[in-house]
């Protein structure tokens, strides 16, 4: 499975409908998820894209990783107050999201995905 680009209308549908519910973060989703904030100019999203695409296959049973273009997607940004790309939002499914912002190694990510994301999986 690779990662899949997200828009407004399946984000409100797969993660959070932050239009029917804007005070209390609600995960949507069956499994826990990584979201990518990038832009098709921005060097370090570059950097991260073959990453989360090795992830996206080593970890296709167990989470989801999305794209979310912010050139395209500008609301979704603002929503999460996306200030400098590549930002990667990790949702577990029981918790708060937690938002990471620069381009991240791969081990770091693994260990996110390990610590933050199942969790309550181990």
Do not use: H
């Not at 549908?13 to 989703?29: H, M, R, T």
């Not at 999305?66 to 997607?73: C, Q, R, S």
């Amino acid at each position: 499975m690779a990662t899949i680009q997200l828009t407004k209308e399946i984000f409100l549908e797969k993660v959070f409908n932050y239009e029917k519910n804007p005070q209390k973060w609600e995960y949507l989703g069956d499994k826990p998820c990584i979201i990518d904030f990038y832009a098709d100019w921005c060097g370090p999203c570059k950097m991260v894209a073959p990453v989360l695409e090795e992830l996206a296959t080593e970890y296709e049973e167990d989470i989801y990783i999305y794209k979310v273009d912010t050139e395209v997607e500008q609301e979704l940004s603002a929503v999460f107050g996306i200030r400098s790309i590549p930002s990667i939002l990790f949702c577990p499914m029981e918790d708060s999201p937690q938002l990471a912002a620069g381009a991240l190694p791969k081990a770091t990510f693994k260990q996110a995905i390990q610590d933050v994301l199942l969790k309550n999986n181990n």
